[in-house]
């Protein structure tokens, strides 16, 4: 590995990715391995088309708060389940496939995380609610203890 390290030093980046190439050619493309772009692989939802189109339509949809569970207890969401982001990826399976998930935080930024971890779990209708709780209660809508 020394060796390798050493010599990226002296050679240009197209080099290291024919190089990385010829010693491992049955693996995945090189570009692959450690270029690869994270595809946008859930849907962004506003609180109030959250609202409309799931909350007050009655859906059947989960609704997953990733907040730590002391936030979690100071006020969520009508309905929701609380994982926190840590736990997300070991608990995938307690969420069901067949319904749409919603995934809400403090402010829409651990939730994007936790989206793209359950969508490349399986799940396919996966909706990060921009702006999180705190969007939430700025719209002056309630929040359950």
Same mark, same amino acid.
């Given at each position: 590995?020394?060796?390798?390290?050493?010599?990226? !030093?002296?050679?240009?980046l197209d @080099?290291?990715? !024919?190089?990385?190439?010829?010693?491992?050619?049955?693996?995945?493309?090189?570009?692959?391995?450690?270029?690869?772009?994270s595809?946008?692989?859930?849907? &962004? @939802?506003?609180?109030?088309?959250?609202?409309? +189109?799931?909350?007050?339509?009655? &859906?059947?949809?989960?609704?997953?708060?990733?907040?730590?569970?002391?936030?979690?207890?100071?006020?969520? !969401?009508?309905? #929701?389940? +609380?994982?926190?982001?840590?736990?997300?990826?070991?608990?995938?399976?307690?969420i069901?496939?067949?319904?749409?998930?919603?995934?809400?935080?403090?402010?829409?930024?651990? &939730?994007?995380?936790?989206?793209?971890? @359950? #969508?490349? #779990?399986?799940?396919?209708?996966?909706? +990060? @609610? &921009?702006?999180?709780?705190? #969007?939430?209660?700025r719209?002056?809508?309630?929040?359950?203890?």
């Open positions: 590995m020394y060796r390798i390290s050493r010599c990226v !030093l002296f050679i240009g @080099l290291i990715t !024919l190089y990385l190439r010829l010693i491992n050619p049955c693996r995945e493309s090189t570009e692959t391995m450690f270029f690869r772009k595809a946008k692989s859930y849907h &962004s @939802l506003t609180v109030t088309d959250y609202k409309a +189109n799931f909350h007050d339509a009655k &859906s059947d949809y989960v609704l997953v708060d990733v907040r730590t569970p002391n936030e979690f207890k100071g006020g969520h !969401l009508p309905g #929701a389940i +609380n994982i926190p982001l840590q736990q997300i990826a070991q608990r995938t399976d307690e069901a496939l067949d319904k749409p998930v919603v995934v809400v935080c403090a402010s829409g930024n651990r &939730s994007k995380s936790a989206s793209n971890i @359950l #969508a490349r #779990a399986g799940h396919k209708d996966v909706y +990060n @609610l &921009s702006g999180g709780t705190m #969007a939430w209660i719209q002056g809508f309630p929040t359950r203890r």
